[in-house]
């Protein structure tokens, strides 16, 4: 049976640790019951890990967590996985088996639905990378899109385009010795601990870099905006590109302080700053 919950708070679901109540929250355990909540309730919000979504305060009405959608397995160099395992769960069991491609990625929260869903990337890799072909629900029926179909661009994909929800993935990786794959993902996490707020809720870099040569934390700090806040969101005093939640931070608070940065970003350096993260 599909778990569900009444009034569930949505601050317990999302990386951020803001949002008010789904007014009903269903979990699926299978790709059967995820199409049956889909067709009984076409409106709700998709859930995943909720690393990349700010949720509102008020909160929503239905939502369903692709999280019960968690099995996978290996064929050769190929990774098969559906929606809900965490992408981190996938670096780790592909460095044990001596498979590469994915340790750049290493760290990125999230599940590797919503990777494919962002085309989530790091250090000059993006998961577009390896995937072989997508499975996905349409709205209306299942489909299976391969690379060519799947309209990778920076933090983005169809998916984002139409509103499609992936189910499972294929991803080809490369034999490679596992210590040397496992040595690479040490190294990208230790980078990652050193230079991100790891330790406060947030959802990641919450603008998207709006061209290859302008780096987003950069011009906030270059701004003098490293540490102001509204309320309890405050921009990293770490890496001015994250906003996070020292505590009690709400959903009003965060798009504030976003707003106030795009338009100080915007006025300084003629940038138009769009968010990175899904706010519903």
């Known amino acids: 049976m599909c778990r569900q919950f009444f009034d569930e708070p949505l601050s317990l679901h999302t990386s951020f640790r803001i949002g008010g109540p789904a007014r009903l929250f269903l979990v699926p355990k299978s790709v059967e019951q995820m199409l049956c909540a889909l067709k009984l309730y076409p409106g709700a919000k998709l859930l995943g890990k909720g690393t990349n979504v700010l949720a509102p305060d008020e909160g929503v009405d239905v939502v369903i967590s692709t999280l ?22 996938l670096c780790v069991e592909s460095a044990e088996r001596g498979l590469s491609g994915l340790e750049l990625l290493y760290g990125i929260p999230g599940t590797i639905g919503g990777a494919i869903l962002m085309n989530a990337g790091a250090y000059g890799a993006q998961i577009a990378d390896v995937v072989e ?36 993935a294929c991803l080809r990786l490369t034999k490679s010795d596992p210590e040397a794959v496992r040595s690479k993902m040490e190294k990208i996490m230790k980078k990652r601990l050193e230079t991100q707020p790891l330790d406060l809720p947030s959802a990641g870099s919450f603008f998207k870099r709006p061209h290859s040569n302008f780096y987003v934390g950069k011009a906030i700090e270059q701004l003098g905006l490293k540490g102001f806040r509204i309320g309890d969101a405050q921009i990293s005093t770490k890496h001015a590109g994250f906003i996070v939640n020292l505590g009690s931070a709400t ?30």
């Open 251 to 280: 959903a009003k608070d965060v798009i504030a302080l976003a707003q106030t940065v795009k338009q100080l970003v915007e006025k300084h350096f003629n940038v138009v700053l769009e968010p990175e993260v899904d706010i519903w």
């Open 133 to 168: 072909w997508v499975e996905c629900f349409d709205g209306e029926q299942m489909r299976i899109l391969h690379r060519s179909q799947l309209e990778f661009s920076y933090r983005d994909s169809v998916f984002k385009k139409r509103n499609w929800l992936v189910l499972r």
């Open 68 to 89: 019960g959608l968690s099995n996978f397995l290996f064929d050769g160099d190929l990774l098969i996985s559906e929606a809900g395992v965490l992408l981190s769960k």
